[in-house]
T-cell receptor, first 113, second 112 residues
Framework: DSGVTQTPKHLITATGQRVTLRCSPR?????VYWYQQSLDQGLQFLIQ???????AKGNILERFSAQQFPDLHSELNLSSLELGDSALYFC????????????FGPGTRLTVL | GENVEQHPSTLSVQEGDSAVIKCTYS??????FPWYKQELGKRPQLIID?????GEKKDQRIAVTLNKTAKHFSLHITETQPEDSAVYFC???????????FGKGTRLHILP
């Protein structure tokens, strides 16, 4: 157990819908990272938040957004969902701004029908 | 960071033999070189990392070697065991990075 929690574990929804994925970092970690992993694909970095502020942006679609709250948990919002958004979404956390020594959560499996 | 490539994409080795996976990168400012292991259906886990002031690091059966001049680093697994079967990812990072790039992964099969 890495200490990073994610909810829900599984999510099944329909095209055009909107969902929210939640992540709680390890105690003491200030950075949260979001990744998308499609079937048989590598990890695609989406976005990083550090202490409530957006720190770095990867290949995140405009239909996706994220935020980090004062208690440091983070939410990833996915809207106007498409079939191709079906994937595993991981969050990870680290102590500082640098992405070294990241600890990953168990992931949320999103299925868009 | 920047362009990251892993080779091979798939590797099958006999149990007890050694496995080597190579990661090449293009960003000369990279200074942190980790390897992650992801078992089927599980989260990626950091298994070993090295920083640019060190050429080699070993932790029991796994080791990472770094060649900064040639811009590549490698994961070495000795005396492979069935539980080593997984996908392995590299993700070199550098100062001033603004995006994280993972290699596409190497699927390692340990044959009985």
């Amino acid at each position: 157990d890495s200490g990073v929690t994610q909810t829900p574990k599984h999510l099944i929804t329909a095209t055009g819908q909107r969902v929210t994925l939640r992540c709680s970092p390890r105690s003491g970690d200030l950075s949260v990272y979001w990744y998308q992993q499609s079937l048989d694909q590598g990890l695609q970095f989406l976005i990083q938040y550090y202490n409530g502020e957006e720190r770095a942006k990867g290949n995140i679609l405009e239909r996706f957004s994220a935020q980090q709250f004062p208690d440091l948990h983070s939410e990833l919002n996915l809207s106007s969902l498409e079939l191709g958004d079906s994937a595993l979404y991981f969050c990870a956390s680290s102590v500082g701004t640098s992405a070294d020594t990241q600890y990953f959560g168990p992931g949320t499996r999103l299925t868009v029908l | 960071g920047e362009n990251v490539e892993q080779h091979p994409s798939t590797l099958s080795v006999q149990e007890g033999d050694s496995a080597v996976i190579k990661c090449t990168y293009s960003d000369s400012a990279s200074n942190y070189f980790p390897w992650y292991k992801q078992e089927l259906g599980k989260r990626p886990q950091l298994i070993i990392d090295i920083r640019s002031n060190v050429g080699e690091k070993k932790d029991q059966r796994i080791a990472v070697t770094l060649n900064k001049t040639a811009k590549h680093f490698s994961l070495h697994i000795t005396e492979t065991q069935p539980e080593d079967s997984a996908v392995y990812f590299c993700a070199p990072l550098g100062l001033g990075w603004d995006k994280i790039i993972f290699g596409k992964g190497t699927r390692l099969h340990i044959l009985p």
